[in-house]
């Protein structure tokens, strides 16, 4: 016998089930324009980590938009400066 959840749309298509694979938010946070930072997550050591850049603002139509980069090894988030402020959000699976 099998145990688990099966969500099925309206017209009868099986959308999500027990051994469907989700992206959990781990931190979302603001980096302003021309700031770089490092922060440590020990608990996502081996984790599959997708990390999500949202720019916050347009820049002026005269201005060139430089997001900020994000790099995740082992368990380091490096985030290095763009001139525009973002939304950087961690996920997991």
């Known amino acids: 016998m099998t145990y688990g959840i099966r969500i ?43 990390v999500q850049i949202s720019l916050i603002n347009s820049p002026p139509f005269d201005q060139r938009c430089i997001a900020p980069d994000a790099i995740f090894t082992g368990t380091l988030l490096n985030i290095t400066a763009g001139n525009a402020a973002a939304i950087i959000s961690v996920l997991t699976q």
């Open 8 to 50: 099925f749309r309206q017209d009868g298509k099986l959308t999500y089930d027990s051994s469907s694979v989700t992206w959990n938010q781990v931190e979302s946070f603001i980096v302003p324009a021309n700031t770089s930072l490092t922060k440590q997550y020990p608990l996502l050591q081996n984790a599959t980590v997708l």
